[in-house]
């Protein structure tokens, strides 16, 4: 069956970085398009990044463009985010999402999530 | 950007009842509008895809209509298990947004 099942959360200091990752199973990952998504303790779902299935495309949302860097590795089944310069603000659960190109682009595989904390 | 606003932010409702929650973007996503449910402490579930196709697994007793700009969710009869919040999505273009949020709640 399908997983996604992602690591590498914990407690940070802001300025400080961390990297999230996300191990697929179940499908063939190199043909899926992929994102992060996160969500403040309490607040809505928010998209992050995106990479094409092929990485040749990448995508970010205003919050974090320049300070996070999406990426992947198809003999890993792995998809990361590189976090760096953290803000109070970033603080939530990660999620990563697979893209269903034939359901309308709709995310419709998730991961667990993982929960970053940034705080000194 | 396209802006995603759902109404209402919460609601309470009895087991059996039809539930309705609307879903406006600012401007037009076709029918690339996704509706997902999320219960308290777990990722988020697909629920409607392209704005009326149920995903897979998903019980007949939600559907999803419209189009452009105004959408529904509908829950036909509301079962214990439905009581959760549920998000739109709009997949038409990046950023991809979603509104801020349903809360189902017990009556």
């Known amino acids: 069956q399908v997983q996604l099942v992602e690591s590498g959360g914990g407690v940070v200091q802001p300025g400080r970085s961390l990297r999230l990752s996300c191990v697929a199973s179940g499908f063939t990952f190199s043909t899926y398009d992929m994102h992060w998504v996160r969500q403040a303790p309490g607040k809505g779902l928010e998209w992050v990044a995106f990479m094409s299935y092929d990485g040749s495309n990448k995508d970010y949302a205003d919050p974090v463009n320049g300070r996070f860097t999406i990426s992947r590795d198809k003999s890993k089944n792995t998809l990361y985010l590189e976090m760096s310069s953290l803000r109070v603000e970033d603080t939530g659960v990660y999620y990563c999402?697979?893209?269903?190109?034939?359901?309308?682009?709709?995310?419709?595989?998730w991961g667990q999530g993982t929960m970053v904390t940034v705080s000194s | 950007d396209i802006q995603m606003t759902q109404s209402p932010s919460s609601l309470s409702a009895s087991v059996g009842d039809r539930v309705t929650i609307t879903c406006r973007a600012s401007?037009?996503?076709?029918?690339?509008l996704n509706w997902y449910q999320q219960k308290p402490g777990k990722a988020p579930q697909l629920l409607i895809y392209g704005a009326s196709s149920l995903q897979s697994g998903v019980p007949s007793r939600f559907s999803g209509r419209g189009s452009g700009t105004d959408f529904t969710l509908t829950i036909s009869s509301l079962q214990p298990e439905d009581f959760a919040t549920y998000y739109c999505q709009q997949s038409d273009s990046s950023p991809w947004t979603f509104g801020q949020g349903t809360k189902v709640e017990i009556k």
């Open positions: 999402a697979r893209e269903n190109s034939g359901l309308y682009e709709a995310f419709d595989e």
């Open positions: 401007q037009s996503t076709r029918t690339y």
